[in-house]
């Protein structure tokens, strides 16, 4: 039982560039979260998916896609990177919106 | 909107003291309130979810209390361990029609436990 689960663990981009944060559950969880962690700021809600087919923007949803492709996988996706888009970024899920979330490991992004 | 503030932002104590570590929140129509610990250059881990009907939860050494009408949650840690060392954030859920799933996070408070 591996909770949730991140790849990559770090990416360095040059800015424009795209790439595809990849997060997985096993705990048959219907709500999943993708959030940013910069310093001094705590973590920042980017998109939310309730279930599988729904995904909904969050505090920061600018710059961002995603995709909930399944009910284990939700996806993040950067189609053009900023240099503002350095950050941590989490993906968490939850039995229900309601409950307590559970966090994946992070992915660390440097945008140069 | 919202804000969570967690202070200070970073504490130390000798190992064997009691921590108490705050949150504050501007609006007290919440669903939950959540408190988390973060090991550097790790995720975050549940500790500890209180309803908005309760006053306190506990799970071994730690204890949180929520007092909604005043917008503050406190988390206190008793005798102090190097293990506690961490960041502990503490995220309230607020209670709109379009903030379903969606916690503020306050900044999280560093605490070193020194030996």
């Known amino acids: 039982n591996a909770g949730v689960t991140q790849t990559p663990k770090f990416q360095v981009l040059k800015t424009g560039q795209s790439m595809t944060l990849q997060c997985a559950q096993d705990m048959n969880h219907n709500s999943m979260y993708w959030y940013r962690q910069d310093p001094g700021m705590g973590l920042r809600l980017i998109y939310y998916?309730?279930?599988?087919?729904?995904?909904d923007k969050g505090e920061v949803p600018n710059g961002y896609n995603v995709s909930r492709l399944n009910k284990r996988e939700f996806s993040l996706r950067l189609e053009s990177a900023a240099p503002s888009q350095t950050s941590v970024y989490f993906c968490a899920s939850s039995e229900r919106p309601l409950e307590t979330q559970y966090f994946g490991p992070g992915t660390r992004l440097l945008v140069l | 909107k919202q804000e969570v503030t967690q202070i200070p932002a970073a504490l130390s104590v000798p190992e064997g003291e009691n921590l108490v570590l705050n949150c504050s929140f501007t609006?007290?129509?919440?669903?939950?309130l959540q408190w988390f610990r973060q090991d550097p250059g790790k995720g975050l881990t549940s500790l500890l979810l209180i309803q908005s009907s309760q006053r306190e939860q506990t799970s071994g050494r730690l204890n949180a209390s929520l007092d909604k009408s005043s917008g503050r949650s406190t988390l206190y840690i008793a005798a102090s361990q190097p293990g506690d060392s961490a960041t502990y954030l503490c995220a309230v859920l607020p209670m709109t029609t379009d903030s379903w799933g969606k916690f503020q996070f306050g900044a999280g408070t560093q605490v070193v436990v020194t030996p």
């Open positions: 998916s309730a279930s599988e087919g729904t995904t």
């Open positions: 609006d007290s129509a919440i669903y939950n």
